[in-house]
């Protein structure tokens, strides 16, 4: 009779969790995605709702439309080249050579992840700007013709792509440290050189990883927001991402146009994707094996000096530089007006509105990442452990927002809750949802990372010593795994703390984050108050940072917005 009794306690609990995560998924992700769908071929009017391929015939035929994905094919794609480039060139130094402080180089070479984009952007503008950027003065003063512009095409490029370089680094630098350098000692016996070697050994076997980080960094470019909108807006050099704001700013707003430039964001991704798997097709590269190996260095003589400076020129531009000129600009009364003082900086940041919006974003930011870790938690523990039916088209469903660009996720829950009668739209509870909806993959991958490792016989030893799934689970498996949930919040609240493309469509003056303060303030042109709130917004990343690197040694990985 108990034995029955637990059965169906067991199985009202199963159903229970299904129904819930059937529920999350559907509310949160698959609605916002099928809604992008609906609303990309109706029209909707008060009392009328009619298909109608008018907004597809309006981007299919708009000149300034197709600019926009020529300009957002060449900015990304230029951007994953140079960040798949210098990364795989700086993991391979870090991790292969015997190039000086390279441990530390390696860690500070991360940093720029924790840049928010929209600061790097700022701070580059400052430095590369026509007319106010600090190397062009210098070149002025010079009497040099030729002037840096980052507000170019190649310009939005190379800056975007310096910024993702951590990402592909990272991804890389896993590889590298997987890999039997025995391989390469073969090719070197058998008449190749160090050079050789490595481009005929080496640098194919760590195809899969470079072109995952290729990809990666493609779908993050083609979805920023922040940096090519600060970049291009004065030459008017848009992409579709900006495209798709000044859709919104319309009144009234062009849902239908936003649906379809969403489209081409997510058919972007896809097609990346889709050339991934074909590329890495029917080939083998399996180097961990079950024998030992020992790491070994190679030895570059004197131009292990070369790619020491080629690190420390990369943090000058990603991380030194951009510092440098935010504090001074910061503490200038205008830009580069030659009068300085942390007064002025201080007192940029002293309204009482740089601070309630700061206290508006701390809540979004620590409820959002404390719902998503609980439902990553939740998800993980499902996926990897339990036996319920359709787990693993639930963990697809769950992940299927990473290859979806941020601002046309935004775009989905946007139309999504326009049109439901609940009192979503317009409170902190939407962004909420687009947060929880578009990152829970993320506290899911984290956490599955160490649930795996976790053996399925101790919740089961403490559940033949009475306790329930549920109990099992709370009293042994979290204590153990604890350190993967709390990096998978810690990555979150780094997320949600400086987020831009999604925000920037669900916001109201009740529900302004900080980014969104700085893009308004951007918008009006007062680069010294918009310094002063960069520098905030950076040192809460850094923190961020130092606390991931305390708690969690050597595992920080983020996505910019």
Known sequence: MAGTARQFTTSLAGASGFALLGGFTGILIVA????????????????????????????????????????????????????????????????????????????????????????????????????????????????????????????????????????????????????????????QISG?????????????????????????????????FGTPIVLGWSHQTLLLTSRIWISAQAVPPQYGLMAVLCFYLIGMASIAAALQRRILAGRSYVTITGK???????????WRWLTFAMAVLYLLLTVLAPILVLTAAAMSTYTWSGVMSVGNLLHNLSSEDVWLTMRTSLVISLLSATVATLAGTGIAWVVVRSRLPLRSFIEHLVLLPIAVPGIAFGVGVMLFWVGVSLPVYGTMLIILFAFVGRFTAYAVRSISASLVQVHPELEESARVSGLGPLGAFVRITIPLVLPGIIAGWLLLFSFFITELSIVILLYTASTRTFSVLSFEVWNVGNFSRLASLSLLQLLIGLLIASGLRLLLGARLVQEPT
């Open 32 to 187: 916002p995605l099928a809604t992008i769908l609906y609303r990309a071929f109706v029209h909707v009017a008060p009392g009328s709702i009619t298909p109608t391929f008018e907004h597809l015939a309006t981007v299919l035929s708009g000149a300034i439309y197709w600019l926009a994905l020529w300009n957002t094919l060449i900015v990304a794609g230029g951007a994953a080249v140079v960040a798949a480039s210098l990364g795989a060139l700086f993991a391979w130094i870090f991790v292969r050579t015997d190039t000086p402080l390279r441990g530390i180089l390696e860690r500070a070479a991360e940093l720029p992840i924790f840049i928010p984009p929209f600061v790097g952007a700022v701070a580059w503008i400052l430095l590369a700007a026509p007319r106010i950027g600090l190397f062009n003065r210098a070149l002025m003063r010079l009497d040099i013709g030729w002037q840096f512009d980052v507000s170019t095409l190649t310009g939005m490029l190379c800056v975007i792509g310096i910024y993702l370089v951590p990402y592909v680094m990272l991804i890389v630098a896993a590889a590298l440290r997987g890999m039997d350098p025995s391989l390469e000692e073969a090719a």
């Open 192 to 224: 190749f050189g160090i050079v050789a070697a490595n481009l005929r050994i080496t640098f194919p076997l760590l195809a899969p990883a470079f072109v995952s980080g290729l990809v990666l960094a493609f779908t993050i470019a083609i979805g920023l």
């Open 292 to 302: 030992g190996f020992r790491p070994r260095l190679i030895e570059l003589g004197a």
